[in-house]
């Protein structure tokens, strides 16, 4: 069936399971009218671009005892949970990130900033109270201290030119380097200091997807993972919500 209408399609399709992928301003909308019909939810981020909306569909989900999940697609990227397995968040002394996305539709700060700043939180184990961030046209400049003053650094550029290149960069305190490029992994020990790397890895660029998709559906039923992925989202719309708000008084 094909309708303008959600509540149409609701009302029509007995589908158990919601995907809301739609422009991210009608994420909170949307994905409330499906958890309110006892729907899980699947939707891409942000969940919503405002923390009150977050914390209502939250709460919708568990009242309604209904999953609500949100798409960070590079957090089950293969080369994501190998820096997981490799690095002890302790040790790592420098996480950059640099993204160029050139005729990027909407607002970078929105479309490309989640990401990272769910890839950054998961590696690091650290969510900060604040970031500081400065939007440039279709630029955007993000970082945050962590606790011992090690710097995490993004920045993205969604109006530029050239090749699509998304890079995150790691140096751990004993020196070795990982840099996780488009779908390749790679790491050079810095007992070596050759120019081949010690260790490469090429991912399929469908497995983020089918990973992601393949976990929602077998851990929907679970209230503790689906609370868990919730905070998370929550915690990057509050995040750049509030740097946003600072930077406009």
Not at 21 to 33: M, Y
Not at 81 to 88: G, M, N, S, V, Y
Request: overall charge negative; proline content about 5%.
């Amino acid at each position: 069936m094909i309708s303008s209408d959600p509540a149409e399609l609701l009302d029509s399709v007995a589908a158990p399971i919601v995907v809301v992928a739609t422009p991210r301003d009608t994420h909170a909308d949307l994905a409330e009218l499906a958890l309110r019909a006892r729907r899980d939810v699947f939707v891409e981020k942000p969940m919503a671009t405002e923390p009150a909306d977050c914390t209502r569909l939250t709460s919708i989900a568990d009242a309604e005892g209904v999953a609500l999940f949100t798409g960070f697609t590079y957090l089950y990227h293969g080369a994501y949970a190998c820096l997981r397995d490799a690095i002890a968040a302790n040790e790592i002394e420098q996480l950059t990130f640099t993204w160029n996305r050139p005729g990027l539709r909407g607002p970078t700060e929105w479309e490309l900033l989640p990401h990272d700043l769910a890839i950054a939180i998961g590696l690091t184990g650290h969510t900060p109270a604040r970031i500081r961030l400065k939007v440039t046209g279709g630029r955007v400049q993000c970082r945050w201290a962590l606790d011992d003053n090690r710097i995490v650094q993004i920045e993205h550029d969604g109006g530029g030119s050239g090749p699509k290149d998304k890079r995150v960069r790691v140096v751990t305190k004993r020196g070795d380097v990982w840099e996780w490029r488009g779908n390749h992994l790679a790491m050079w020990d810095s007992a070596t200091e050759t120019s081949e790397p010690d260790l490469a890895i090429d991912y399929s660029p469908k497995e983020p997807l089918v990973r992601e998709v393949k976990w929602f559906l077998e851990h929907r039923a679970d209230r503790s993972a689906m609370r868990a992925d919730a905070a998370l989202s929550t915690s990057v719309t509050e995040l750049i919500n509030r740097a946003l708000t600072e930077k406009q008084e």
